[in-house]
């Protein structure tokens, strides 16, 4: 049973438009939270992250909001480039000392000019 | 400054056969890990190791072998591969344990197992 789910495997938006990517979570001990934006034959690449102690953490164009009564994690990119087009990963951790992130499956994001 | 490097980028073994993916990063980072990645699925620890000479395993461990010699490198053996293990390997360092320090992952090993 997935403890982190990404419900919608692709998504597409226009050039300049909002990019909402959601993330849905199942254990309640999670307590940090990150975003990781892949290319193809590429690793993974971390994009930004937050802790349950906030509810909204902002890079840029990048901002990810938490709902922890609703286990439920979004990232909107505003405004959406081309660049944007990758696979996003949700990923969790209840784990203070260590990195053991559980991953969502990831959701892929086509940014259309 | 090369961050995270694996060798070999592809691989196709044959079951029962034995094989080391390669795993080393020049930053000086204490932690690292290999995760596998599969179709439909996030990726899934494997093994970690939090310094040199302290491994451990993660969600997936059986049938992969590591050792952490040095801060360097972090190798992965496959002590005898099974169809199963048909994956997208990647490794991945962070300055130290824990979640608010910055993974940096590698380009990943693609390992077909016939």
């Known amino acids: 049973d997935q403890q982190v789910k990404q419900n919608s495997p692709s998504l597409s938006v226009q050039e300049g438009r909002i990019s909402i990517l959601n993330c849905d979570y199942t254990n309640s001990m999670f307590d940090y939270f990150l975003w990781y934006k892949k290319y193809p034959a590429e690793g993974p690449t971390f994009l930004i992250s937050?802790?349950?102690?906030?509810d909204k953490n902002e890079d840029g164009r990048f901002t990810v909001f938490l709902n922890k009564s609703a286990k439920h994690l979004s990232l909107h990119i505003v405004p959406s480039q081309p660049g944007d087009s990758a696979v996003y990963f949700c990923a969790a951790s209840d784990d203070n000392y260590g990195q053991n992130f559980v991953f969502g499956p990831g959701t892929r994001l086509s940014v259309l000019p | 400054n090369a961050g995270v490097t694996q060798t070999p980028k592809f691989q196709v073994l044959k079951t029962g056969q034995s094989m080391t993916l390669q795993c080393a990063q020049d930053?000086?980072?204490?932690?690292m890990s290999w995760y596998r990645q599969d179709p439909g699925m996030g990726l899934r620890l494997i093994h970690y190791?939090?310094?040199?000479?302290?491994?451990d395993q993660g969600e997936v461990p059986n049938g992969y072998n590591v050792s952490r010699s040095t801060t360097e490198d972090f190798p992965l053996r496959l002590l005898s591969a099974a169809p199963s293990q048909t994956s997208v390997y990647f490794c991945a360092s962070s300055l130290r344990a824990g979640p608010s320090y910055e993974q940096y992952f590698g380009p990943g090993t693609r390992l077909t197992v016939t």
């Open positions: 930053m000086n980072h204490e932690y």
């Open positions: 190791s939090v310094g040199a000479g302290i491994t």
């Open positions: 937050i802790s349950s102690i906030k």
